[in-house]
């Protein structure tokens, strides 16, 4: 089964730092560019990052460039957000997203059950 | 502000057909970018439900259908099923924030 599992979510200070993973399973993750995608509390989708098959290209929303780092280990099947800097606006559901894999189309085909995080004093 | 439009809520009753529009610009939808939508369930995650413009996933019913003109693509669904009500998306690229960009949703209500 295709499956995509997040974790490392939780309550942070602002200011504070926190790293999300991203479990990949049931298909050949090395071979799919990679997105993550966040949802705020009662609010619309909004791509906060993406990252290349190899990982060698990173791509990333204006509201988080500079403070979050995407990457990925082919070798453990998994994805990763480092979120630095964090403030209350970052507060949302963050979701890992699979690429369909049809170049420049962007569709995301997969998603995980996503993780919360709260930014909060 | 989102720089794709959607109407924040649609409805229909059952069996109808609906559409839901998603209005771009020229640096997005205008400029030759697909358009992809999706459904989300009440606290579910989203679901792929149209690529590039008109294509359905497997398994996606052909109920749904996309279309897109100029700088406009809209989702049609026909024979509308109370399952329906859910959040849709629509999603494309744009090249002046060098990155993808979502419509605010539409929220769609069976009657």
């Known amino acids: 089964e295709v499956q995509l599992l997040e974790s490392g979510g939780g309550l942070i200070q602002p200011g504070g730092s926190l790293r999300l993973s991203c479990a990949a399973s049931g298909f050949t993750f090395s071979s799919y560019a990679m997105n993550w995608v966040r949802q705020a509390p009662g609010k619309g989708l909004e791509w906060v990052s993406g990252?290349?098959?190899?990982?060698?290209?990173?791509y990333y929303a204006d509201s988080v460039k500079g403070r979050f780092t995407i990457s990925r280990d082919n070798s453990k099947n998994t994805l990763y957000l480092q979120m630095n800097s964090l403030r209350a606006e970052d507060t949302a559901v963050y979701y890992c997203?699979?690429?369909?894999?049809?170049?420049?189309?962007?569709?995301?085909?997969?998603w995980g059950q996503g993780t919360l995080v709260t930014v909060s004093s | 502000q989102s720089v794709l439009t959607q109407p924040p809520s649609v409805s229909g009753a059952p069996g109808q057909r609906v559409t839901i529009s998603c209005t771009g610009g020229?640096?997005?939808?205008?400029?030759?970018?697909?358009v992809n939508w999706y459904q989300q369930l009440p606290g579910t995650a989203p679901k792929l439900l149209i690529y590039?413009?008109?294509n359905r996933p497997s398994g996606v019913p052909d109920r749904f259908s996309g279309s897109k003109s100029g700088t406009s693509a809209s989702l049609a669904i026909t024979g509308l099923q109370a399952e329906d009500e859910a959040d849709y998306y629509c999603q494309s690229y744009d090249s002046s924030l060098s990155g993808w960009v979502f419509g605010g949703g539409t929220k769609l209500t069976v009657l």
């Open positions: 590039g413009n008109t």
């Open positions: 990252i290349n098959t190899s990982g060698g290209g990173t």
């Open positions: 020229s640096s997005n939808i205008g400029a030759g970018y697909g």
């Open positions: 997203a699979k690429d369909l894999g049809i170049v420049g189309i962007g569709a995301l085909d997969i």
